[in-house]
């Protein structure tokens, strides 16, 4: 069974651009996660997307967005881009919210 | 609110020495509790999870994590140590009922084995 994969795996934008992250999830999950990671905060949950629907999300403004499409493919988009926005995106997929978590390889973004 | 706190930054260890990682978690309900594992320029890997059956949970690659709810404690250990080992170890918890999808992330170990 294929894992999660993550497209692009490196993006490099400037500052106010924006950006979409894109995440396939394992065959049959139909949770998908999303997480920040930068060496200051380490690893920070932004949002969860169940079935189409936003279930819960992180402390993080509001130019971080997500969905979720039919397939439970999900994409991230990130408005206005800050130099503070440069960190590895990281996605997990998940059969439900009872379950653990399988992470992709994550899309390196840097904001210059 | 949760929290997950791992004790060390950077844990040393020679090669087939015990490796021991620390993990303890602050929750007023048991969480589920993982171990993840990153390698360079990679995602998270599951190494193992408890989801309140056995306390002593076995996992991938010789490692294994006990429960402890008197101490709060989730600590990952493994016999002998392999220079294959050498990554960031990441403990996180859930919360059973309402977001148990949200992970919450300690903040790392790094492991290094020295020959």
């Known amino acids: 069974k294929a894992g999660v994969t993550q497209t692009p795996r490196y993006l490099i934008k400037t500052r106010g651009q924006q950006v979409t992250l894109s995440c396939s999830p394992i065959?049959?999950?139909?949770?998908v996660s999303w997480y920040q990671q930068t060496p200051g905060q380490g690893l920070q949950f932004l949002f969860e997307?169940?079935?189409?629907?936003?279930?819960n999300k992180g402390n993080f403004p509001g130019r971080f967005s997500g969905r979720q499409f039919s397939n439970s493919r999900s994409e991230m988009n990130v408005s206005t881009l800050e130099l503070g926005d440069s960190a590895l995106y990281l996605c997990?997929?998940?059969?439900?919210?009872?379950?653990?978590?399988?992470f992709g390889p994550g899309t390196r973004l840097t904001v210059t | 609110a949760q929290s997950v706190t791992q004790l060390g930054s950077h844990v040393s260890v020679s090669e087939g020495a015990l490796v021991l990682l620390r993990c303890n978690y602050s929750?007023?309900?048991?969480?589920?509790l993982f171990w993840y594992v990153q390698y360079p320029n990679q995602g998270l890997q599951l190494l193992l999870k408890y989801t309140s059956a056995a306390t002593l949970v076995k996992g991938i690659n010789g490692f294994e994590a006990e429960f402890k709810k008197s101490e709060t404690s989730f600590h990952l250990t493994k016999p002998s140590a392999h220079m294959s080992d050498a990554a960031e170890y990441f403990c996180a918890a859930t919360i059973r009922t309402g977001t148990a999808s949200k992970l919450t992330f300690g903040t790392g170990t790094r492991l290094q084995v020295t020959l």
């Open positions: 997990a997929s998940s059969r439900g919210r009872e379950y653990e978590q399988y």
């Open positions: 929750s007023s309900v048991p969480p589920y």
């Open positions: 065959s049959g999950h139909r949770s």
């Open positions: 997307y169940f079935s189409e629907t936003q279930r």
